[in-house]
Nanobody
Framework: QVQLVESGGGLVQAGGSLRLSCEASGSRFTINRMAWYRQAPGRQRDLVASITPGGTSNYADSVKGRFTISGDNAKNTVYLQMNILKPEDTDVYYC?????????????????WGQGTQVTVSS
């Protein structure tokens, strides 16, 4: 079973920064894409940023120029550097990974979610 463990959330003032980390672990797997989503009460879970093992990334318009997603393939870890944080960035942030897991000689494709980490930006 592939699992994602997130860290780095917390409380910051507007204009401040945080860096989120997400590490994938399992027996035998490869990562096809990792992403960060966020969700606030009364809203759907929306994509913030994504990245492939080759380094191709994309961002939601609301975070372009402020957030940077990066990855360390050797560590199976993805990061989200969040700068110039705004109160509207307050959300629970979820790590997501599209993975292939080798089970009984067969590659199985699935998506895995982290438990979520709270980011709160005060005004």
């Amino acid at each position: 079973q592939v699992q994602l463990v997130e860290s780095g959330g917390g409380l910051v003032q507007a204009g401040g920064s945080l860096r989120l980390s997400c590490e994938a672990s399992g027996s035998r797997f490869t990562i096809n894409r990792m992403a960060w989503y966020r969700q606030a009460p009364g809203r759907q879970r929306d994509l913030v940023a994504s990245i492939t093992p080759g380094g191709t990334s994309n961002y939601a318009d609301s975070v372009k120029g402020r957030f940077t997603i990066s990855g360390d393939n050797a560590k199976n870890t993805v990061y989200l550097q969040m700068n110039i944080l705004k109160p509207e960035d307050t959300d629970v942030y979820y790590c997501n990974a599209a993975v292939a897991e080798l089970v009984a000689g067969v590659w199985r494709y699935l998506e895995v979610w982290g438990q979520g980490t709270q980011v709160t930006v005060s005004s």
